[in-house]
């Protein structure tokens, strides 16, 4: 197979086959001295930004190699950028550091001892990139990350989506591929065809945790119980009313994690004045003597994919009693890396790992 470049100017054969390619001058005898080039294939796939940069520094240092010594020169010409396409600022960037790339839809830049040629304005004619999300790892993101580390292999970004919805989040499909675009530049993920892997769930709990915001809590109500009232019918009611709810992270822990600390139960509700007005609570100014905690938080990431119990209690998802516990204490912080370590073992699949390596790397 043979490729060829859709301008004139850069009329020439290249090989995929071969790692050097060979240009020649139009309107020269092709015999004639100078008229001939050299240079050595640097492939790349579709550019984006981060990408062009990490192409750019290979590029710089063949460059150095080819020009270290006169042998080096004939037994490794200087790089050639072979990429779908080349804006004119890359080509620009290209030029400012002596360097050569042609593209397939006409525009490149040839620089050598003695020669400069350059062509740009050919439009792009493949299918523009999806522009990577600024930061997946905060916002609806969230639920992206919080599915590949559940499971860390799946079919497609389309499956991921589906996979959000059902659990009643709240994501576009156009959302879930930006954020893969830029864990895949990030190196969190990788894919083959369409399947997607989770490669470095280290990377990306400590990227969330890094990017987390706690929860706004708008209103948080200490409240003593009447003394006819249990904690069955409060969850009764919670399920069967119009309220978003589940256990607060730190309790939540408690159930997961196997561990307690002395204070009042946590609850987060979308609507606090909806609770307190179904049961005669009495507030109190004194944590120490509260029955329980009501944290209004109106965010509905706070309620995403909560685990229900048999007796009906809703925990906060494991990612987020994670990212919302504070490890103040040393009886917290061995829970939390317990749960971290539940986490990243959850999503693991041993037999998916031995049949692609290269593909998972390690974890």
Same mark, same amino acid.
């Given at each position: 197979?043979?490729?060829?470049?859709?301008?004139?100017?850069?009329?020439?054969?290249?090989?995929?086959?071969?790692?050097?390619? +060979?240009?020649?001058?139009? $309107?020269?005898?092709?015999?004639?001295? #100078?008229?001939?080039?050299?240079?050595?294939?640097? %492939?790349?796939?579709?550019?984006?930004?981060?990408?062009?940069?990490?192409?750019? %520094?290979?590029?710089?240092?063949?460059?150095? *190699?080819?020009?270290?010594?006169?042998?080096?020169?004939?037994?490794?010409?200087?790089?050639?950028?072979?990429?779908?396409?080349?804006?004119?600022?890359?080509?620009?960037?290209?030029?400012?550091?002596?360097?050569? $790339?042609?593209?397939?839809?006409?525009? #490149?830049?040839?620089?050598?001892? #003695?020669?400069? &040629?350059?062509?740009?304005?050919?439009?792009?004619? @493949?299918?523009?990139?999806?522009?990577? &999300?600024?930061?997946?790892?905060? #916002?609806?993101?969230?639920?992206?990350?919080?599915?590949?580390?559940?499971?860390?292999?799946?079919?497609?970004?389309?499956?991921?989506?589906?996979?959000?919805?059902?659990?009643?989040?709240?994501?576009?499909?156009?959302?879930?591929?930006?954020?893969?675009?830029? &864990?895949?530049?990030?190196?969190?993920?990788?894919?083959?065809?369409?399947?997607?892997?989770?490669?470095?769930?280290?990377?990306?709990?400590?990227?969330?945790?890094?990017?987390?915001?706690?929860?706004?809590?708008?209103? +948080?109500?200490?409240?003593?119980?009447?003394?006819?009232?249990?904690?069955?019918?409060?969850?009764?009611?919670?399920?069967?009313?119009?309220?978003?709810?589940?256990?607060?992270? *730190?309790?939540?822990?408690?159930?997961?994690?196997? @561990?307690? %600390?002395?204070?009042?139960?946590?609850? +987060?509700?979308?609507?606090?004045?909806?609770? &307190?007005?179904?049961?005669?609570?009495?507030?109190?100014?004194?944590?120490?003597?509260?029955?329980?905690?009501?944290?209004?938080?109106?965010?509905?990431?706070?309620?995403?994919?909560?685990?229900?119990?048999?007796?009906?209690? +809703?925990?906060?998802?494991?990612?987020?009693?994670?990212?919302?516990?504070?490890?103040?204490?040393?009886?917290? %912080?061995?829970?939390?890396?317990?749960?971290?370590?539940?986490?990243?073992?959850?999503?693991?699949?041993?037999?998916?790992?031995?049949?692609?390596?290269?593909?998972? $790397?390690?974890?």
């Amino acid at each position: 197979m043979v490729f060829k470049t859709q301008s004139p100017l850069f009329d020439n054969e290249i090989d995929p086959d071969s790692d050097q390619a +060979r240009f020649e001058f139009s $309107g020269k005898n092709p015999s004639a001295p #100078g008229t001939t080039r050299n240079f050595t294939i640097v %492939e790349a796939e579709r550019l984006t930004a981060k990408k062009f940069l990490k192409v750019l %520094e290979e590029l710089k240092q063949k460059n150095c *190699l080819s020009s270290d010594s006169l042998a080096a020169v004939f037994s490794s010409p200087p790089p050639l950028l072979i990429t779908p396409y080349l804006s004119a600022q890359n080509l620009e960037t290209l030029e400012q550091h002596n360097l050569s $790339g042609v593209d397939f839809c006409g525009n #490149g830049v040839l620089l050598g001892k #003695g020669f400069f &040629m350059m062509r740009s304005g050919f439009r792009n004619q @493949f299918k523009p990139l999806p522009v990577a &999300m600024k930061n997946p790892y905060t #916002g609806v993101a969230i639920q992206v990350a919080e599915t590949l580390l559940n499971c860390n292999f799946l079919p497609s970004q389309k499956h991921i989506c589906n996979s959000i919805l059902k659990k009643s989040g709240q994501i576009s499909l156009s959302q879930v591929n930006k954020a893969l675009k830029t &864990m895949e530049e990030d190196s969190i993920i990788c894919r083959r065809g369409r399947i997607i892997c989770l490669r470095d769930a280290d990377s990306l709990l400590a990227s969330l945790k890094k990017n987390h915001k706690r929860r706004k809590v708008v209103k +948080r109500l200490y409240v003593t119980k009447p003394w006819d009232i249990g904690i069955q019918q409060i969850i009764n009611f919670l399920n069967n009313a119009d309220i978003r709810w589940s256990h607060s992270p *730190l309790s939540s822990l408690h159930y997961t994690q196997n @561990f307690k %600390e002395p204070g009042p139960l946590g609850f +987060r509700v979308n609507n606090s004045g909806l609770l &307190m007005s179904a049961f005669p609570f009495e507030e109190t100014h004194l944590p120490g003597q509260a029955d329980y905690v009501f944290e209004e938080v109106t965010e509905p990431l706070a309620y995403y994919n909560t685990t229900i119990l048999q007796d009906g209690r +809703r925990l906060s998802n494991d990612l987020e009693c994670y990212l919302e516990v504070n490890p103040d204490n040393e009886q917290r %912080e061995k829970a939390i890396k317990s749960l971290r370590a539940r986490i990243i073992d959850r999503g693991y699949h041993e037999e998916m790992r031995k049949k692609y390596p290269k593909l998972f $790397g390690k974890l």
